[in-house]
T-cell receptor
């Protein structure tokens, strides 16, 4: 089966600019997650979707970050405006919610300068 | 709140050496526990899991036993290979499809 697809793979932007990341989960997976992985740290959940709805966005900095999942399939994560501390790898993952363990994408490495 | 703590890295071993990466957790109750591996340039992959106390997860020669008495889930391998060089993450979750709480990761470097 195809894996979780993410794009772009790398992105460099200046602070205060905006950026968007795209994720296509494994077909049929109802649950989609966005994690932020800062260098030297473990991934931290930003937002979790179940189909179209948000399950958990308690760690999402809502003043600058937004995410949507249209039609319960693809998802987009946006940062506007970006700060230096947003430099990280943004990981998307999906799960069928009937088994433990997700499938992660390769991530988007964001550098804010 | 819930948390996971791993031993600090990087860990450098010679090929065929014995590996232990320590992982302890803080949680109220008994979550499911996981080890994920991240090879250079790749995404996180599930290595093994244990869903209840005293369970042993195993995969690719790696093992970890869920010890509720010591709230630990240490990763072990009897003989590491150069191809095992990666970053290893311990994590916990409360339900199927629930969010994962990760440790900070431990980088393993295996030299020939």
């Amino acid at each position: 089966e195809a894996g979780v697809a993410q794009s772009p793979r790398y992105k460099i932007i200046e602070k205060r600019q905006s950026v968007a990341f795209w994720c296509n989960p494994i077909s049929g997976h109802a649950t989609l997650y966005w994690y932020q992985q800062i260098l030297g740290q473990g991934p931290k959940l930003l937002i979790q979707f179940q189909n179209n709805g948000v399950v958990d966005d308690s760690q999402l900095p809502k003043d600058r970050f937004s995410a949507e999942r249209l039609k319960g399939v693809d998802s987009t994560l946006k940062i506007q405006p970006a700060k230096l501390e947003d430099s990280a790898v943004y990981l998307c993952a999906s799960s069928p919610r009937t088994a433990y363990g997700y499938t992660f994408g390769s991530g988007t490495r964001l550098t804010v300068v | 709140g819930d948390s996971v703590t791993q031993m600090e890295g990087p860990v450098t071993l010679s090929e065929e050496a014995f590996l232990t990466i320590n992982c302890t957790y803080t949680a109220t109750g008994y979550p499911s526990l996981f080890w994920y591996v991240q090879y250079p340039g790749e995404g996180l992959q599930l290595l093994l899991k244990a869903t209840k106390a005293d369970d042993k997860g195993s995969n690719k020669g790696f093992e970890a036993t869920y010890r509720k008495e010591t709230t630990s889930f240490h990763l072990e391998k009897g003989s590491v290979q150069v191809s095992d060089s990666a970053v290893y993450f311990c994590a916990l979750a409360w339900d199927q499809g629930g969010k994962l709480i990760f440790g900070q990761g431990t980088e393993l470097s295996v030299k020939p």
